[in-house]
């Protein structure tokens, strides 16, 4: 019954924009954008978030005939950035970055100033990193089912690091705990830099992370598998985990762009188009691939079934490894 209102709740939010928008914004659509569009992303400079949004978004402003002014306000796991859309005019011009923790995870585990369901309307996903699970050359095994055998046989003695509690960078480890009958110990850190430096110098042995992937190529670590739909360019030899048996429960670690409640459907949907005609060009496929990440646009609808589907699906994670902050 959880599991159905959830959905029920977020589809009709959705589908209710069109009613809660203001009469002066409906009469102003059709020349939509006049003036620059702001687009708030929640967290600091020159991470994937920021860095795919920029990619994205910069292009989807020129398609749209206007710039794009990216207001980084970081802070409390997206929280913050988050509460100031929600309070915002719905006129069109201000606009959020949302990851997938934000809108799927979170919400799970700790009260949250937003709700993910109520306050926002998906516009597109834009964007989805590449997961290397990372390995520290210290550990005896050559593959993924040498790790699962070495990891069976050293219950608790394998720590696995991520950027934080409540993490997509943690879920994929517990996930991993689950579906390959291990039991790894979480070890969460302030960001997934300082993880991805106590991996290299063996303080941990596995650490599922964006930041692995130039360490994984130079052959600084081991990997033998991609946590994500595809294989990761940079190495087409090592498979992804879902080729493996492994990874299927839970989602990707997607980047995605919503509005707040009360935005017109037909901004919304223009907005969605332009994301949509910007992750198709070339360029911008190269400048996500260099960066890491790769482009996985979805349009509004099928972004907002993706939030309500992972969201439940994160949620049975959270219960069955009875993680807690």
């Known amino acids: 019954m959880a599991r159905q209102g959830l959905r029920r709740r977020f589809l009709l939010s959705a589908s209710g924009a069109s009613v809660m928008a203001a009469p002066a914004i409906l009469s102003a659509q059709g020349a939509w954008p006049t003036r620059q569009v702001r687009v ?18 910069e292009r989807a402003g020129s398609l749209l005939g206007q710039s794009i002014l990216f207001d980084n306000k970081g802070g409390a796991s997206g929280a913050i950035g988050a509460e100031h859309v929600k309070n915002s005019v719905p006129d069109g011009y201000t606009f959020l970055m949302v990851t997938t923790a934000m809108v799927c995870i979170t919400q799970h585990l700790q009260p949250l100033p937003y709700d993910p369901a109520a306050d926002f309307i998906p516009v597109a996903r834009h964007a989805t990193s590449w997961i290397g699970m990372g390995i520290s050359p210290k550990v005896p095994s050559n593959s993924l089912q040498e790790f699962i055998t070495y990891a069976k046989a050293n219950p ?27 039991k790894m110990v979480h070890v969460p850190y302030k960001g997934s830099a300082p993880a991805t430096n106590d991996l290299l110098s063996g303080e941990i042995q596995v650490q599922f992370d964006p930041t692995t992937l130039p360490h994984i190529a130079a052959g600084r670590l081991k990997c033998f598998a991609i946590a994500s739909d595809k294989r990761w360019p940079g190495r087409l030899d090592i498979p992804t985990l879902k080729e ?6 839970g989602g990707d670690a997607w980047y995605g762009i ?13 907005m969605s188009r332009a994301i949509g005609e910007a992750t198709a060009m070339p360029d911008i496929n190269e400048k996500l691939v260099a960066s890491g990440n790769y482009p996985s646009y979805l349009e509004a609808l099928a972004f907002r079934e993706t939030i309500v589907r992972e969201a439940q699906s994160f949620g049975e994670i959270i219960r069955k490894a009875d993680i807690k902050i």
């Open 156 to 182: 608790g003695k394998i720590n696995f690091g991520s950027a934080g509690l409540a993490t997509i960078t943690q879920l994929y480890g517990e996930i991993f705990n689950i579906e390959a009958g291990v």
């Open 244 to 249: 493996q048996g492994y990874g299927k429960m």
């Open 40 to 57: 708030v992303i929640p967290y600091p400079p020159g991470g994937p978030s920021d860095v795919t949004t920029r990619i994205v978004l």
């Open 258 to 270: 919503v509005a707040p409640k009360g935005t017109a459907p037909e901004i919304v949907n223009r």
